[in-house]
């Protein structure tokens, strides 16, 4: 299934309204989007980084902690009133226009890891 970010922002204030009842309060829907994050951390720690698995983490699976950072994301989006379809384009612009000769010139970048 491929949606585009208007639709993602629709589909999601739709189940909120319906099966969620109500946006929970900003403030609260910014805690939760930082402890969807640090799922995310936690995840990405122990399948490319250092740390091992405990039992516990073993359920976990990336592609679905990523899709709960961008729901509450979005949440937060329509309860501001961002569009995130023109949000995303501004800043894709101010990125090229800022970055265009600073990663081409990064030696870091060339490097092999």
């Known amino acids: 299934m ?26 609260t829907n910014t805690a939760v989007l930082m402890e969807e994050v640090g799922e ?20 976990y699976d990336l592609g679905d902690e990523l899709a709960d950072v961008l729901f509450v994301l979005t ?9 995130l379809t023109a949000a995303f384009a501004r800043n894709m ?9 600073r990663h081409a010139n990064n030696p870091k970048l060339y490097r092999e890891t």
Do not use: P
Request: include cysteine.
């Open 2 to 27: 491929s949606i585009t970010i208007h639709e993602m922002q629709q589909q999601v204030d739709e189940w909120v309204r319906t099966v969620g009842v109500r946006y929970y309060s900003e403030l």
């Open 40 to 59: 995310v951390a936690r995840l990405m720690a122990r399948l490319y980084g250092d740390q091992s698995f405990k039992k516990s983490d073993e359920a």
């Open 75 to 83: 949440c937060i989006a329509n309860q501001t009133g961002v569009d």
């Open 93 to 101: 612009a101010k990125k090229t226009s800022r970055d265009k000769e």
